[in-house]
């Protein structure tokens, strides 16, 4: 039987899957121990315990939160994605961007960033639609 390499896009496709479903068990399986996330101020949290917390604690403060994906780019091993959330708080609502590390079917690292002209250059994506 042959094997096929993971597919990055569709590793974090899922990854985005279980966000949006609030899916803590979904989250788990696509993050090896050493997952990192990132948040669009900088803010880190590192292990995949930890992680999986602050995913429960943000589901339970934001029950509507949902991210859509507009374009997905595959750079080595970094998915680097553009689209938006939705959301009751406006504060996390609207344009985002997000990159991904992904190795062995796992994201290594899941980083937000503010959709800027100056993070969409360091990214090396074009300018948003107006």
């Not at 590192?46 to 403060?61: E, P």
Request: proline share 6%; aromatic share 10%; with cysteine.
């Amino acid at each position: 039987m042959e094997h096929f390499a993971p597919d990055p896009v569709d590793v974090v496709r899922r990854f985005n899957a279980a966000i949006n479903d609030r899916d803590l068990a979904g989250l788990a399986s696509l993050m090896p121990q050493e997952h990192t996330f990132v948040d669009s101020e900088g803010g880190t949290v590192q292990g995949k315990q930890a992680c999986l917390d602050a995913w429960r604690g943000f589901f339970t403060a934001f029950p509507d939160y949902r991210n859509t994906f507009t374009e997905l780019i595959v750079r080595d091993d970094v998915v680097v994605v553009s689209g938006y959330s939705d959301c009751s708080r406006p504060e996390l609502a609207g344009p985002a961007l997000w990159t991904a590390r992904v190795a062995d079917d796992l994201v290594f690292e899941w980083r937000v960033y503010e959709d800027t002209a100056t993070v969409r250059r360091e990214l090396g994506l074009p300018p948003r639609a107006s």
